[in-house]
């Protein structure tokens, strides 16, 4: 199956700092990324969905000034925590479909990035 | 609203069979996934279902009743490694998905 691949997997940081974390597909070319939050024993949260070449459409209640995404080029989106605060600490998760396999497609999921602000 | 619900929680003994329900109300409907998360981890595929029916691979088995909007994941001859939350989702009209908040599956020896 397709591949995505998310870095960095831990990152620690200050509060009042921003952390940028990386999503790639490896071996097809993403058109649109997913990016999920998941706090401990709660469900996947949309965040965002990242379109190659244009904004993001972000989910009600998601404050698109504080989670920057930027998604350049087919294989690359990027979510830049801007200003993190001990409550935006979580468990995020980028994830994309394979474009061949349309709408309907499962989704395939980054190893997610576990966001630590002390 | 749309809606998604599944057990918390579920305990089962290794070798035996579990099932885990999960019932669904969406605007529109394109079909169904189960996805399989370990601790720590990002979800796994499991099984997709968008006609009414039983699809079966290997240990695992899903089901999906649209006039329901009900569907269950079947998980035969459990082994340990099986331990994981199981969440399911739904796709909506916009081919959105609306997650479940998991299944917590605890396997005994």
């Known amino acids: 199956g397709a591949v995505v691949s998310q870095h960095p997997s831990w990152v620690i940081c200050k509060s009042g700092t921003s952390v940028k974390i990386e999503c790639r597909s490896l071996d097809f070319q993403a058109t649109t990324m997913f990016w999920y939050r998941q706090f401990p024993k709660q469900s996947l949260m949309l965040m965002a969905t990242?379109?190659?070449?244009?904004?993001?459409?972000?989910e009600q209640g998601v404050e698109k000034d504080k989670f920057l995404i930027n998604h350049a080029s087919l294989t690359l989106s990027t979510l830049t925590v801007t200003s993190a605060h001990p409550e935006d600490s979580s468990f995020y998760i980028c994830?994309?479909?394979?474009?061949?396999?349309?709408?309907?497609?499962?989704?395939?999921f980054g190893e997610g990035s576990r966001l630590t602000v002390l | 609203g749309q809606n998604i619900d599944q057990p918390t929680e579920m305990t089962a003994t290794e070798g035996a069979i579990v099932q885990i329900n999960c019932t669904y109300q969406?605007?529109?409907?394109?079909?169904l996934f189960w996805y399989q998360q370990h601790a720590g981890e990002a979800p796994t595929f499991l099984s997709y279902n968008v006609l009414d029916g039983l699809e079966e691979k290997g240990r695992f088995s899903s089901f999906l009743s649209r006039s329901k909007g009900y569907s269950y994941l079947l998980l035969k001859e459990l082994q340990m490694k099986d331990s994981a939350s199981y969440l399911c989702?739904?796709?909506?009209?916009?081919?959105?998905?609306?997650w479940g908040a998991g299944t917590k599956l605890i396997i005994k020896p």
């Open positions: 969406t605007s529109g409907f394109n079909g």
């Open positions: 990242s379109n190659e070449g244009s904004k993001a459409t972000y």
């Open positions: 989702a739904a796709s909506d009209s916009n081919y959105q998905l609306i």
């Open positions: 994830s994309a479909r394979d474009p061949l396999a349309g709408e309907t497609g499962e989704l395939f």
